[in-house]
T-cell receptor
């Protein structure tokens, strides 16, 4: 699976838009880009997944440039409850072996 | 409601006393996995199963056993727990759609071995 690089931590304030960028220079042609959110002592939760261009759902947007070597998770108008660790994963998804490779993730701290 | 259920949520045990952590999913998923999460080491896969009676080792299988007799259940067995198995454990399940699937995780089991 392609290695990913994310900032270790980010701070934001309530109501702001937060953008977390993930670098994945060695992404393979068939790889999807997936983001998970994890609160302390809880299991990771799927946020969004994409292959190219832009994907939007009810909680986030995912921007993927044409070369797919990076991606940006965008959280609109964050609240205190968005404080969590965000993981960017690149690969074939969990299907073949169920294995997801989580890096260190980005710890987002939302302040009032 | 679609969910992965682990039990117990918290467990303190003594070295060498066999224990089982149960995992059940109600989404008819083919794939199930166990992970452990440790500070500084992230989430690491212990064992996985692609379907009933099909299991295989992940990255850190030593000291653990699993079984998949039914599609919905995937228990994690520690035959002789040791203190280095003190960790936060997560069970996960996913469908057999390959690349574009998402994994669903349980609430976690915090195990302490003294």
């Amino acid at each position: 699976l392609a290695k990913t690089t994310q900032p270790i931590s980010m701070d934001s304030y309530e109501g702001q838009e937060v953008n977390i960028t993930c670098s994945h220079n060695n992404i393979a042609t068939n790889d999807y880009i997936t983001w998970y959110q994890q609160f302390p002592s809880q299991g990771p939760r799927f946020i969004i997944q994409g292959y190219k261009t832009k994907v939007t759902n009810e909680v986030a947007s995912l921007f993927i440039p044409a070369d797919r070597k990076s991606s940006t998770l965008s959280l609109p108008r964050v609240s205190l409850s968005d404080t969590a660790v965000y993981y960017c994963l690149v690969g074939e998804g969990p299907g073949n072996t169920g294995k997801l490779i989580f890096g260190q993730g980005t710890t987002l701290q939302v302040k009032p | 409601e679609a969910q992965v259920t682990q039990n117990p949520r918290y467990l303190i045990t003594v070295t060498g006393k066999k224990l089982t952590v149960t995992c059940s999913q109600n989404m008819n998923h083919e794939y199930m996995s166990w992970y452990r999460q440790d500070p500084g080491l992230g989430l690491r896969q212990i064992y996985y199963s692609m379907n009933v009676e099909v299991t295989d080792k992940g990255d850190v299988p030593e000291g653990y056993k699993v079984s998949r007799k039914e599609k919905r259940n995937f228990p994690l067995i520690l035959e002789s727990p040791s203190p280095n198995q003190t960790s936060l454990y997560f069970c996960a399940s996913s469908t057999d759609r390959g690349r574009d699937t998402e994994a669903f995780f349980g609430q976690g089991t915090r195990l302490t071995v003294v």
